[in-house]
């Protein structure tokens, strides 16, 4: 059986806050509360987000006005 395995970019926590425009503290308490969603892998010691990930996490909690209801709660 031959499954295609496609190659997906990671990165550790600090570029994960650049790319989604928070506080790596930020990110560190979202694991522990997962108020915010943010996918992320564990890896042994090793915590890595999946920039494909992040990105689609960006179009989901996109909004064209402050008065948009979001279903998951205050972003």
């Known amino acids: 059986m031959n499954q295609s395995i496609t ?5 550790r926590t600090p570029q994960a806050a650049s ?3 928070l506080s790596t503290s ?3 308490q979202d694991r522990i509360t997962g108020r ?3 996918p992320f892998l564990k890896l042994g010691r090793a915590v890595l987000y999946d920039v494909a990930e992040l990105e689609n996490w960006l179009r989901q909690h996109r909004r ?9 709660g205050a972003l």
């Not at 190659?7 to 990165?11: D, G, N």
């Open 7 to 11: 190659p997906t970019r990671r990165v």
């Open 19 to 21: 790319i989604v425009g």
């Open 26 to 28: 930020t990110l560190e």
């Open 36 to 38: 915010l969603k943010i």
């Open 64 to 72: 064209n006005s402050t008065s948009e209801y979001f279903a998951g």
